[in-house]
């Protein structure tokens, strides 16, 4: 019993060191709420303004709205993470890769992510919209053979966002937004766990918590149409609550479920975007956004039920992700190819927040290249149909994460790299009346 005590709060860190780190990522602060910006690869989004999406992106735009909009989108995302072990990949036991396991397969499943946007023009200053959106979100799903499936096997994080806003057209130069967000975030995490006596058992974690932010815009126009728009979106700092389950341990303990907490702080953002018209075809599109994941260096675990686990309050683990920073840099195009048909071209480079040092199974992220194209159809007066592809080239991420073979926290060690790609396909609907 008195093993059994000591095994067990290592085994829920293990199940819970997923959950941080799989929201904490420039990788998974997802951008694809929109079709008619995935053309682009998103490039000068806070400036476009040419649906009813841009109360996400820069409330100050639904001035350019006139009357009233709905929009609707579904992007599909494909991620691939591919490991491949370099041979000093080991499992608890100390086991190789081969008798230990495998490399795991693709992580990656495919995500569908709707959103949708109402833009309504109260009178010939004021605006409101309201964006229902998807910000952050993961799935890893390693095969369950996977040498590392102790630190990671499957996890999925999920958030939905209701934003309400506001806009005002102080004249025909300067427009003002904002508004208030209603953010819910859930994580499920499940994975192996090593128990006394060599047992492979099974840790699940439910976690979820609801926050308040907001979310501030505006846009000017200079010259000769150009645009510029800023934007500031808010930090949420959850203090996710849940259960954590350990399935497997021998008579008479069975299963034990007990209460966890773990505060989670979601980075704010800063946006500059323009658009820029050439002329009566051509528009051009830039932007550079700020994410400030610099602010997330140690998230603690803790109790909060008394259980085998320990008291209230426990500290079961303290997980040391020392982000830093991540940039983006977008620049995109508008080919007005005739009156019914936009074609849209865009690249990025997005800086990962993460670095090698602290690269996990749950986390193989690097800096990225996203190359986008697109299509704008206007099937009649009133309504218009966007379709966008995007594909994203990752860095090779190599990770070395040493986690105790024969000593806790019993979750092995994960040597070698990760290959990782995104394919993303998205089509939405606009209405104006």
Excluded: C
């Excluded at 490991?83 to 190789?96: A, T, Y």
């Excluded at 048909?341 to 800086?351: C, I, N, P, Q, T």
């Excluded at 994960?414 to 396909?425: H, I, P, T």
């Amino acid at each position: 019993m008195k093993t059994t005590k000591k095994l067990i709060p290592v085994a829920v860190a293990a199940a819970m060191s997923a959950f941080s780190a799989s929201v904490h990522t420039a990788g998974f602060q997802l951008p694809e709420n929109n079709a008619s910006g995935m053309g682009n690869a998103f490039a000068g989004q806070a400036a476009a303004a040419e649906n009813a999406s841009t109360v996400f992106w820069n409330p100050a735009g639904m001035t350019r709205l006139p009357g009233r909009q709905v929009s609707f989108a579904l992007d599909a995302l494909k991620p691939s993470a591919k490991f491949e072990d370099n041979g000093l990949s080991r499992s608890p036991l100390g086991l190789p890769l081969g008798p230990g396991g495998t490399n795991g397969g693709d992580a990656g499943d495919w995500a569908y992510l709707p959103a949708g946007y109402v833009s309504w023009q109260i009178n010939p200053q004021w605006w409101a919209g309201l964006a229902v959106t998807v910000p952050f979100g993961l799935q890893v799903n390693h095969d369950p053979a996977f040498i590392g499936r102790f630190q990671s096997k499957r996890d999925q994080v999920k958030t939905i966002d209701i934003n309400p806003n506001i806009a005002f057209k102080l004249s025909d130069a300067v427009s003002l937004g904002g508004g208030i967000s209603y953010q819910k975030l859930k994580v499920q995490l499940d994975r192996s766990t090593l128990l006394p006596g060599g047992v492979e058992g099974m840790s699940q974690t439910r976690v979820d918590d609801d926050k308040w932010g907001f979310n501030l815009g505006a846009m000017f126009t200079i010259g000769a149409g150009t645009r510029i728009g800023i934007t500031y979106r808010s930090n949420m700092d959850y203090d996710t609550t849940g259960t954590v389950l350990v399935g497997g341990l021998p008579p008479p303990n069975g299963t034990t479920v007990a209460g966890a907490a773990a505060p989670i702080k979601l980075p704010d953002t800063v946006s500059w975007a323009i658009a820029h018209p050439l002329n009566g075809q051509w528009e051009l599109l830039g932007d550079i956004t700020w994410t400030n994941w610099s602010t997330i260096k140690t998230v603690p675990l803790s109790t909060t039920t008394a259980s085998l686990l320990g008291a209230p309050g426990t500290v079961l683990d303290t997980f040391n992700f020392q982000f830093r920073d991540s940039y983006r840099v977008g620049v995109g195009a508008n080919w007005k190819y005739r009156d019914d048909l936009m074609l849209k071209f865009g690249v990025s480079w997005d800086r990962s927040p993460v670095t090698d040092l602290f690269r996990t199974t749950f986390l193989p992220d690097n800096n990225r290249i996203g190359l986008g194209i697109g299509a704008k159809f206007q099937v009649s007066k009133q309504t218009t149909i966007d379709v966008g592809y995007m594909h994203l080239f990752v860095e090779s991420a190599d990770i070395n994460q040493q986690k105790g073979v024969g000593v806790a926290p019993f979750q092995g060690n994960v040597r070698g790299k990760y290959d990782d790609k995104l394919d993303a396909l998205a089509a939405q609907f606009t209405y104006s009346f």
